[in-house]
């Protein structure tokens, strides 16, 4: 809805030689048309029935050949994929559309010419006569406007008036279109092209094409079309719209409706009325919301599939008057689709990566980039009215009446984030897409009319008369509003005289080298400077988007305009050797060129660093990116970032960004000891609150302990005391070997403060880490001296770090088995962990692994003596014991009664009694799966009682009440009636006289006189008589029971349940 000119973006201008030298094509006459393509430069003489061919890679640009035409050349456009020519052609009143392929091949007109319809192949005669260039006849009902061929695919598309017309490009002779021309690497001369004609007819190159869809527009008048990659921008006076054109597989029914717009003009009648259109711009899905209808008309091919259009794009704008330019005058032209591809992509037939879309006004131009999102890149404010733009991967060439002139792209900026997924992170860095473009250099010129690009190649057309400007300027204003295509403006015999000019851009390496040292008179004058970030930033996007097209010619761009400049089949041996080992030399000087691509980047790089290191709040992150991609080493950037005499103390936001950032990190890139000690002075002076942060850094390991610890005292007196700060210098005295101060600073404070000093800063006690969760970490002199001397505190300061999720148990595990501890602090941490722990997943983890140590304890300890296997023993005593557990942590329960009777303590050795209590603990506790442990347990015995009660536990637990009744009494019976009362209650109560009543009875009665068995009966009986009724206890006692014994117990019976 806004007008142009406030959409537009500044403009610098620097004064930088973007053109390196000109040419002049010598062409006997006087050119009407012309066309760059395939290496080569179409021109079209005035008149318009005859097309050179000229070799634009070549010094003087030598012809390659010329053919005539069936008519006068109106419009002509060459096809990358494919090699052909399409022509709109007049003859007698009529308008036609020809393609011609195999054109290479008509060197000095000699060669033989084939005529066809579309669709019919030339056979025969024809055929058997050899390789010859082909006049494709393309019929249509209505008049051609303007023609365009798609890069990617070589498809053509017809603009008539009111109707899109698509052809597809197909290659008879082969299965599918692979993207790539047929034509060998090198381009014939005229000399080498005869006796192309015997060459074998299985290498000619059959090109045609198939009508696929017709495209129907009734609310717009069409001036110019554009192809790429299934977009199709068309273009009025005033009006854009870009559509995306997509092929579908499934048949389309009768009842679909292609129409995507059937929105009626309330004033399509009202002709008397002038109407205005007001300013539009709608991206994306609400460019559907435009005015301009589309449908598509059925081909009677819809049994192939069906094509959907979608909107992508619509601008309108209103006639505005600017200087130069009348209001009448206010036309779109220059209408152009620039695909874009990216290292990441190899097959040329791939989809390119972007696609972009410009056009211009005669004031201002327009790039969008269309793909991932619609969104407008760059809007080009011209000094002067422009005839004509041409988009490149790196500049817009622009044309006046007298200059040639040429402005800086952002199509690498949008290309470089789609093939680096780490641009825009503190990894890596490109300047923004939105960023200002600038202007390079004009270059005069009388008389331009046209312009066109090939590579560097940038072909100007001048032709000056003696018609006065205004003359002119009306007589183009007459010749556009006509609906017949006019031809190209004819000199008079009066003229001046005309030029065909083909002027080289330089590399992207000479202009870099150049806006360098451009750069330097801001750096000098002053280095904050907003032009020189600007200046640095397009060199910048230079570099990338020259480093884009160097990793892409072998796939993509020079693969397909190599293999259009022709290799005969009558070249000699000779030649083809001639041409390996060029194509070895230019290898060479490729990689030559790509390394010093990739320094020149890196160089850049470092320039925008420096640049963004002394930047504002708002823009100092750069610098770290930047400079991360520039190669160079943290000293090297603490020297280019040393304060100037001026202001001695004065350090840039983004160097101190850059600085902190990299000491944070997790690197092995070890400071020296006079870079370590230069940026503790950095931070004592700008930010003395990171000091400690920059201490703890693993890249600080060689710093001077006695000179930090001078500038931690002083800090200390100023800012106070703090539990970091005083770590961090008892760490210092550790270093110094100074043991008693280094305990006095560490008695300074409770371990629980310490503890907290440590979640402050856990590099403290460990390196490493940064990387993930999977990074291996190392311990620090201090966790060294933390496992000798305080065990205690060293285990609470990693518990801390895993719950405040600065550790992961991973790294803690490493941590002490670096320490030499895996079987002792180890396993205290695992215990520690498990009472702090509130996540499940861990619970469980350590669960498993506390019994698996209790397990492998239990297996190489002896119950009996104190003598274990020295690979496993524990050095000292556990920092918790097994009371200590049950009493402070919910996941060990109490022992059960039955397991003392079992396993009377003081019968085996202090670590085998604390293995085995803390594994019964664990089996009584809550936490427990017996499933997951039930594994571990198969390695040990029953034999022996502490195993048997191990496997007892296991069985009580999965609820196995009957068996564990029988083992318990087969193995100690002295231990039933514990383990009755404690496991044999509520549900389990009728177990008493079910199961362990008649097993009693059964077993006294085979025992005799088993005192353990009669006590247990007694015992039993007493519960049983106390659980049951009189008549159920008399159907409990055994038919051979004894009166006597069984009596004393239903009386008690019966008296309970009188009273009851």
């Not at 005309?498 to 330089?506: E, G, K």
């Not at 907003?530 to 796939?555: V, Y």
């Not at 100037?644 to 350090?651: I, N, V």
Request: charged share 20%; hydrophobic share 35%; proline share 5%.
């Amino acid at each position: 809805m806004t007008s142009p000119r406030s959409r537009a973006n500044m403009v610098h201008v620097y004064n930088c030689h973007p053109y390196a030298s000109q040419q002049i094509v010598q062409v006997e006459q006087e050119p009407g048309l012309v066309c760059c393509g395939g290496g080569a430069l179409f021109v079209v003489a005035s008149g318009g029935c005859k097309v050179e061919a000229y070799s634009v890679e070549q010094e003087g640009c030598p012809l390659i050949c010329r053919f005539s035409t069936m008519g006068t050349v109106r419009s002509i456009q060459h096809s990358k994929t494919g090699d052909y020519l399409v022509t709109i052609e007049e003859k007698n009143s009529a308008t036609y559309l020809r393609a011609y392929t195999n054109w290479r091949y008509q060197a000095e007109g000699k060669a033989r010419v084939g005529v066809r319809l579309l669709g019919h192949l030339l056979r025969g005669a024809s055929m058997r006569g050899g390789v010859q260039m082909e006049i494709i006849e393309i019929p249509l009902s209505e008049r051609p406007v303007a023609v365009a061929c798609c890069s990617v695919t070589g498809d053509l598309l017809v603009g008539c008036e009111k109707t899109l017309v698509l052809f597809t490009l197909r290659r008879p002779n082969q299965q599918n279109l692979q993207g790539q021309s047929p034509w060998p690497n090198t381009q014939p001369s005229s000399s080498q092209s005869q006796g192309q004609t015997s060459s074998s007819n299985q290498n000619v190159s059959i090109l045609d094409f198939e009508r696929s869809v017709i495209v129907h527009l009734p609310k717009m008048s069409l001036k110019q079309v554009a192809l790429c990659g299934g977009y199709v921008a068309v273009q009025a006076e005033l009006e854009v719209l870009v559509l995306k054109l997509e092929a579908s597989s499934e048949p389309q029914t009768p009842d679909d409706s292609s129409d995507t717009n059937t929105c009626e003009d309330p004033l399509e009648d009202q002709s008397d009325l002038l109407l205005i259109p007001r300013q539009q711009e709608l991206l994306g899905d609400r460019a559907k919301d435009c005015d301009i209808p589309v449908s598509i008309e059925k081909t009677g091919l819809e049994d192939k599939g069906q094509y959907t259009l979608t909107y992508v794009l619509f601008r309108r704008f209103t006639p505005e008057f600017f200087q130069g330019c009348s209001v009448e005058e206010t036309q779109l032209h220059s209408l152009q689709l620039y695909p874009l591809y990216t290292r990441s992509q190899s097959v040329s037939t791939e989809e390119p990566a972007c696609v972009f879309c410009f056009f211009s006004l005669p004031n201002a131009g327009y790039l969008y980039s269309l793909k991932g999102g619609v969104e407008l890149l760059s809007a080009y404010q011209y000094p002067e009215k422009v005839l004509e733009a041409v988009l490149t991967d790196t500049l817009l060439h622009v044309i006046t009446k007298n200059a040639l002139q040429c402005f800086t792209v952002r199509c690498a900026a949008v290309a470089a984030r789609i093939d680096d997924p780490y641009i825009d992170t503190t990894m890596k860095a490109c300047p923004p897409c939105s960023l200002e473009v600038c202007a390079l250099r004009m270059q005069l010129f009388i008389g331009l009319r046209s312009v066109c690009v090939y590579g560097r190649h940038v072909v100007l057309l001048s032709a000056a008369d003696m018609e006065t400007p205004d003359e002119s300027e009306r007589s183009t204003q007459r010749r556009s509003r006509k609906w017949t295509i006019s031809s190209p403006k004819e000199t008079s015999a009066a003229a001046h005289g005309w030029n065909l000019y083909v002027v080289d851009t330089v590399s992207p390496l000479v202009l870099y080298r150049e806006m360098v040292e451009y750069s330097r008179h801001y750096s000098e004058t002053n280095p904050q400077a907003q032009s020189l970030r600007h200046l640095l930033s397009e060199a910048h996007l230079l570099l990338c988007a020259s480093s884009l097209q160097q990793s892409g010619e072998g796939d993509h761009t020079v693969s397909l305009q190599k293999d259009t400049e022709g290799q005969t089949e009558g070249q000699t041996e000779g030649q083809t050797e001639g041409q390996t080992e060029g194509q070895t030399e230019g290898q060479t000087e490729g990689q030559t060129e790509g390394q010093e691509l990739q320094e020149a980047l890196r160089q850049n790089c470092a320039q925008l660093g420096d640049c963004y290191s002394r930047a504002s709040q708002k823009d100092c992150h750069q610098a770290l990116p930047y400079y991360r991609m520039s190669g160079l080493s943290v000293t090297e950037v603490i020297v280019r970032n040393r304060p100037l005499p001026s202001s001695p103390h004065s350090y840039g936001l983004g160097f101190l960004f850059y600085l902190k950032h990299f000491l944070l990190e997790e690197t092995e890139q070890s400071l020296s000891q006079e870079s370590a000690d230069e940026v503790v002075d950095i931070f004592s002076q700008s930010d003395p609150s990171e000091i400690i942060s920059v201490c703890a850094s693993p890249s600080m390991t060689n710093i001077s302990p006695a000179r930090t610890l001078r500038i931690f005292q002083h800090l200390e007196a100023t800012a106070g005391v703090s539990v970091p700060l005083t770590i961090t210098m008892a760490t210092m005295m550790l270093r110094l070997d100074d043991l008693p101060q280094y305990t006095q600073l560490m008695d300074r404070h409770p371990e629980m403060l310490l503890v907290y000093g440590f979640i402050d800063e856990p590099r403290l006690l460990l390196h490493g880490g940064g990387g993930g969760p999977h990074t291996l970490v190392r311990p620090t002199s201090l966790t060294r001296q933390l496992a000798k001397s305080q065990p205690g505190l060293l285990v609470a300061g990693m518990v801390a770090l895993h719950e405040n999720n600065k550790a992961q148990l991973e790294q803690a595990d490493h941590i002490f088995k670096e320490l030499g501890c895996e079987n002792c602090l180890l396993v205290d941490f695992w215990e520690a962990t498990l009472m702090a722990s509130s996540q499940e997943a861990v619970i469980q983890e350590l669960l498993f692994r506390l019994a698996s140590v209790y397990i492998e304890r239990l297996t190489h300890t002896n119950s009996d003596t104190h003598s274990s296997l020295p690979r496993t023993r524990p050095q000292r005593r556990p920092l918790k014991s097994a009371d200590d557990l049950i009493n402070s942590s919910s996941h060990y329960g109490s022992l059960y009664p039955w397991l003392t009777v079992l396993c009377p303590a003081h019968t085996a050795s202090f670590q085998h009694q604390e293995a085995l209590h803390k594994l019964q603990s664990l089996l009584c506790g809550p936490s427990m799966s017996i499933g997951s442990v039930l594994p571990l347990l198969e390695r040990l015995s029953e034999d022996t009682l502490w195993g048997f009660s191990l496997h007892l536990l296991c069985a009580t637990r999965r609820g196995q009440f009957d068996s564990s009744i029988e083992k318990l009494l087969d193995r100690c019976p002295q231990a039933i009636i514990a383990f009755a009362n404690h496991h044999l209650q509520d549900s389990h109560m009728a177990l008493w006289w079910k199961k362990l009543l008649p097993e009693l009875c059964n077993r006294t009665r085979a025992a005799g006189d088993n005192s353990i068995l009669l006590a247990a009966l007694k015992e039993t009986l007493v519960v049983v008589a106390t659980e049951t009724s009189p008549a159920q206890f008399l159907e409990l006692i055994p038919d051979d029971g004894t009166a006597s014994y069984f009596l004393p117990h239903l009386l008690t019976c019966s008296q309970r349940h009188l009273l009851a």
